[in-house]
């Protein structure tokens, strides 16, 4: 039986770029060597990681006072490293608490420097994006989880102010075309919308970037080090780097972002349009939040959910249970996920009694 994955990553991925992959996996280009095991100086692996910047930086249209990094991990580190290259230990950067992210990025800078949360959507079970909030002139930056994954909300539109925003863009990141004027730093891991776990990747303002913090912080940890070395200051995850190799050519070929956001919007308003209709079932989040990339959706009750589990179970959905603290289900929609898993999906929950 063919399985249709649902889940919040890693994630689905084309099946042309599977077996791509795993060509490359066993012998890459006819070389004799696999892509991982190749050196991440080599000839052969710089070109990759060079027609994969290339490819991001055509895709966001950037021009030079961008940098595209690529950084070993997940972008959980970055929460961290953003506020170490970005500001000192008493200065402010500010936060909306809109779920599970935002409260990881808060905790992870509150280490680092001074934080100030403008407004919080806990009290009503994070089920929108708080808009009413004045920032303070002393603020540096303005941090947001422009998806947020296991709350199910999403910016639409990004805030309008006067400092750059940092936005961890993990679960939408080459999903739509943005306003790159307004970010200072944007980070995403690979695992959901273009690759496989193991490797982050970073665009830079590059008029953001302070140099005042050269030498306080670890070399390890500084942009500007990896910026001089073309992500290259130490072995890189070659594998998963080519893997979002494939997914940008594949992004490109089917059409760019405009396409890719074409193709998102396509697939929720299926899904949305027949949990609304659906008398089992409700959605968590305010329509005008909703994330077109995690759908989150609960049963009207606990025996609803029970059954409707088992029977996606049994024909072929994997991935759709919801985060534990939050429960119900979560349908992900990543760039990999094809439209017909989407109306399959409908489909079933069509005929679920």
Known sequence: MKQHNFSPGPAALPESVLQEAAQGLLNYNQTGLSVAEISHRSPIFLAIIEEATALVKELYQLDDRFEVLWMPGGASGQLAIAPMNLVS????VAFVDTGFWAQRAIDAAAEICQIHVLASSSKSTYDHIPKDWTLPNDIKYLHVVSNETIDGTQYHTYPDVAVPLVADMTSDFLTRPLPMEKFGVIFASAQ??????????????KDRISEKMMGEIPTIYNYQTHIREQSLYHTIPTFPVYVSLLMLRWIKAQGGLIAMQAQSSAKSSLLYAEIDRHPLFTGNVHVEDRSVMNACFRGINAEVEEAFLAYLTQHGIVGIKGFPTVGGFRASMYNGLALESVQYLVD????FK
């Open 348 to 351: 079933l929950m069509h005929s």
């Open 192 to 205: 959901k919308n273009f690759g496989i776990a193991g490797v982050t990747c970073v665009i830079l303002n």
């Open 89 to 92: 230990k008493d200065e402010r």
